[in-house]
């Protein structure tokens, strides 16, 4: 059975840095692509930052030059560093995993983890 398990998320003030965590049982996260998606209330989950297979990375406008998305083969964990955070940050964090590779078929999803940035 796969398992992704987020964790990191937490309060902090404008300009401060979190570092998110997906722990993946079940699934080698370097077989398909990874992502980390935001929720808002009210508002549609969006697309922060993807990892390909090959390690290439991708990442929404909103994060570019300010959060990082990395694997750790040996420990099949997903992380996002995010530096710099905004109140606009705010929101339920998943990592997700498509196992096709496409970053298009986002499969297999975690349950969250809040990160709440205030000014």
């Known amino acids: 059975q796969v398992q992704l398990v987020e964790s990191g998320g937490g309060s902090v003030q404008a300009g401060g840095s979190l570092r998110l965590s997906c722990a993946v049982s079940g699934y080698t996260v370097s077989s398909g692509c990874m992502g980390w998606f935001r929720q808002v209330p009210g508002k549609e989950r969006e697309g922060v930052a993807i990892?390909?297979?090959?390690?290439?990375?991708g990442y929404a406008d909103s994060a570019k030059g300010r959060f990082t998305i990395s694997q750790d083969i040996a420990k099949n964990t997903v992380y996002l560093q995010m530096n710099g955070l905004k109140p606009e940050d705010t929101g339920m964090y998943f990592c997700a995993a498509d196992p096709t590779g496409t970053c298009i078929e986002f499969q297999i999803w975690g349950r969250g983890t809040q990160v709440t940035v205030s000014s």
């Open positions: 990892i390909l297979r090959g390690g290439s990375t």
